[in-house]
């Protein structure tokens, strides 16, 4: 049963390299050659950097100020890490995350893996839009304008686009991100605080202090920036031979992705910390950034919130659509056209109809929403670590790129700790559902 799909996924991916890899050999040294490859892992990375992200990193500054500013450079370095891994995997194997989880461990699991993922992604689909449209009705534009528009923008973006555009269009947007820059610099923090925040480690054990750190572990690490990395590696048909332009790729998007949250952090915890200020969205956030720090670092700060919704709204679809469809042998790729690959194509339709049709919905609990889809990922990341530590340490699979001894040690203690903070997290959100913790009537970070 485990091979029954394979000749199709490998066929797909060496008709990739032999379509698109010429693209990327024009220039072979220097800035040009890793401006060629350059795109998955910054595009993966900034993805993370979604509504929930920006929520919870807005939380995360408002309620304890410079004090956990210490865990980003820790989150960034387990980024670093699993991102890597990814761009590895896609270059050597030219196959995405979900063929080879089908191809070594079964139906079942994929079917359980891919369930979980369509869920989770679902739920942040919705959560998206929502964000895109909070951010514009700062503005005072309608979120039945917001959300029609946006939907079928990038619908139209990639079911008619190449797959160069649309890379082009995700790294133009990802330029927004530089507003958070701009307003923690509006704010004016004492940067020398921050710089001793940063390198010295602090962890209050009040309840809800500690479950907004491993919240805030859990939303830079999530599983499908790495299932989006691969599957955009391969696809873009990127080979061993640019593995170290792709590895430079994956590791400035894990570390500009974090810059942009040690941002966010900065602004809210100068703007909001100490004022009793309680926030449950990033638009909230965006609103009582303007008493404090002027209507400039409220636009602003509600521009950056609309370019990542956007962006994670066209990534999360697409992601699942590439997941779901290599898992299951099916034709999948941003250059190909609606019938060539109708499935994928439909998936990521119906994906984004269905997160913007249920937003529009009057009175829906979107914080629910949310919730619900950071606890799936939570059960999804600790087993998809698993995978991907047995998939890259497969000699049939990766040949001498396989990890080295001291990157097993680390990526395996990182897979314990994460597993252990998700066990933390999820225990305590059941808990609260039965008012027995203190999740007890909490949104989510």
């Known amino acids: 049963m485990r091979g029954l799909t394979v000749p199709r996924s490998v066929r797909h991916a060496q008709r990739s390299v032999r379509e698109r890899l010429p693209n990327f050999r024009v220039h072979r040294s220097g800035i040009l050659a890793f401006l060629g490859v350059m795109g998955p892992g910054l595009i993966a990375g900034l993805a993370g950097n979604d509504a929930g992200g920006i929520t919870t990193y807005s939380v995360l500054g408002a309620q304890t100020g410079f004090s956990l500013l210490w865990i980003l450079p820790v989150t960034t370095v387990m980024l670093v890490i699993v991102l890597e891994m990814a761009a590895r995997m896609g270059a050597v194997s030219g196959q995405g995350l979900g063929d080879l989880i089908r191809d070594d461990f079964g139906i079942r699991w994929t079917l359980f893996a891919m369930v979980v993922l369509l869920l989770a992604n679902g739920a942040n689909i919705i959560a998206e839009f929502a964000g895109a449209a909070a951010a514009l ?15 079928a923008g990038i619908w139209a973006l990639v079911v008619f686009a190449s797959y160069r555009v649309v890379e082009r269009v995700f790294l133009s947007v990802a330029v927004v991100f530089g ?15 921050v710089g001793h925040a940063l390198i010295s480690p602090s962890l209050s054990l009040q309840p809800d202090v500690l479950l907004l750190t491993i919240a805030t572990i859990g939303t830079t690490v999530t599983p499908y920036m790495f299932f989006y990395l691969q599957s955009s590696v391969a696809d873009k048909g990127l080979g061993p031979e640019e593995l170290g332009l792709e590895r430079a790729d994956a590791i400035i998007g894990a570390v500009w992705t974090n810059v942009i949250a040690l ?11 100490g004022h009793g200020v309680i926030l449950n969205t990033a638009a909230e956030a965006a609103r009582a950034l303007a008493p404090m720090a002027g209507q400039f670092a409220e636009a602003l700060f509600a521009f950056g919130l609309f370019g990542a919704s956007v962006l994670a709204a ?71 670590l698993v995978f991907m530590l047995r998939l890259v340490n497969n000699p049939r699979i990766m040949g001498r790129y396989v990890n080295p001894l001291w990157l ?38």
């Open 314 to 384: 066209t990534v999360m679809p697409l992601t699942t659509s590439y997941t779901v469809c290599e898992s299951f042998g099916w034709e999948s790729g941003v250059s190909r056209k609606f019938h060539e690959a109708p499935v994928f194509m439909g998936l990521y339709t119906a994906l984004i109809v269905i997160g913007a049709v249920v937003v529009l919905v009057p009175g829906l609990p979107l914080i629910g929403v949310i919730l619900i889809s950071q606890n799936l990922n939570g059960i999804l990341l600790p087993i998809i």
């Open 137 to 151: 009705e700062i503005f005072g534009i309608p979120r039945f304008v917001t959300v029609p528009v946006v939907a």
């Open 263 to 273: 941002f966010i952090v900065i602004v809210t915890a100068v703007t909001l910390f």
């Open 179 to 193: 507003a958070y820059v701009v307003s923690a610099f509006v704010a004016g923090p004492n940067w020398g605080a």
């Open 408 to 445: 097993n040690v680390v990526a395996w203690a990182l897979t314990a700790f994460v597993t252990l903070l998700t066990a933390i997290l999820f225990g305590t959100t059941i808990a609260g559902w039965f008012g027995l913790g203190p999740g007890s009537g909490s949104g989510p970070p």
